[in-house]
């Protein structure tokens, strides 16, 4: 069975720009976690979409943005990046009960020059 | 709001030593406890995970027990090895509300030959 697939692995956008990347969660899966991890930092929550919807928003600006398409894959807009941005933007795809564990992609090295 | 609190690294051990990584946590009710391990440049691996009070999950020699009473799930290991060496994650999984998945800041550890 696939796991979570994220594309692209890399990814490098001038200041100003912006960037897309792509989630598809396991088979089965209906709920999307997304994170950022700055260097040397932990995981910083993002965006949490279930059935189509946004359940949940981290601390982060409205240029950060995304969305869930019908059959469950996700998308991670940032607009106008900023040096900042450059981290490593981590997907995890889970099943709908709540006691159940979150999978993770490889995730997208996103750095902004 | 949820949090978890991990003991700050890096955690450098000898290999064998006996290894643990403290974890505490609040939450609203009963939630899902995991300790996900992250290798370098790659993405979150499940590690184990316990789903009730005075449960014990295990893998690859690691086990971490649900104390409700001391709201902790601290990682051990009997005898560690090189390979072990990475970022360890402790989360939780709420009840309570819109259920995300809420991470500590992580503990590296170092094991020396």
């Known amino acids: 069975e696939a796991g979570v697939t994220q594309s692209p692995t890399h990814l490098i956008k001038t200041r100003g720009q912006q960037a897309t990347l792509r989630c598809s969660p396991i088979?089965?899966?209906?709920?999307v976690y997304w994170y950022q991890q700055a260097l040397g930092l932990g995981l910083q929550f993002l965006l949490w979409?279930?059935?189509?919807?946004?359940?949940n928003r981290g601390n982060f600006p409205p240029r950060f943005s995304g969305r869930q398409f019908p059959n469950y894959s996700s998308e991670l807009n940032v607009n106008a990046l900023e040096l900042e941005d450059s981290a490593l933007y981590l997907c995890?795809?889970?099943?709908?009960?709540?006691?159940?564990?979150?999978?993770f992609g490889q995730g997208t090295r996103l750095t902004v020059v | 709001g949820d949090s978890v609190t991990q003991m700050e690294g890096p955690v450098t051990l000898s290999e064998e030593a006996f290894l643990t990584i403290n974890c505490t946590y609040t939450?609203?009710?009963?939630?899902?406890l995991f300790w996900y391990v992250q290798y370098p440049g790659e993405g979150l691996q499940l590690l184990l995970k316990?789903?009730?009070?005075?449960d014990k999950g295990s893998n690859k020699g690691f086990e971490a027990t649900y104390r409700k009473e001391t709201t902790s799930f601290h990682l051990e290991k009997g005898s560690v090895q090189v390979s072990d060496s990475a970022v360890y994650f402790c989360?939780?999984?709420?009840?309570?509300?819109?259920?995300?998945?809420?991470f500590g800041k992580g503990t590296m550890l170092l094991v020396s030959p």
């Open positions: 989360a939780l999984r709420s009840f309570s509300g819109y259920s995300t998945l809420t």
């Open positions: 939450a609203t009710g009963y939630p899902s």
């Open positions: 979409y279930d059935e189509g919807e946004e359940r």
């Open positions: 995890a795809s889970s099943l709908p009960a709540r006691n159940t564990e979150a999978f």
């Open positions: 088979s089965g899966h209906t709920s």
């Open positions: 316990a789903t009730k009070a005075d």
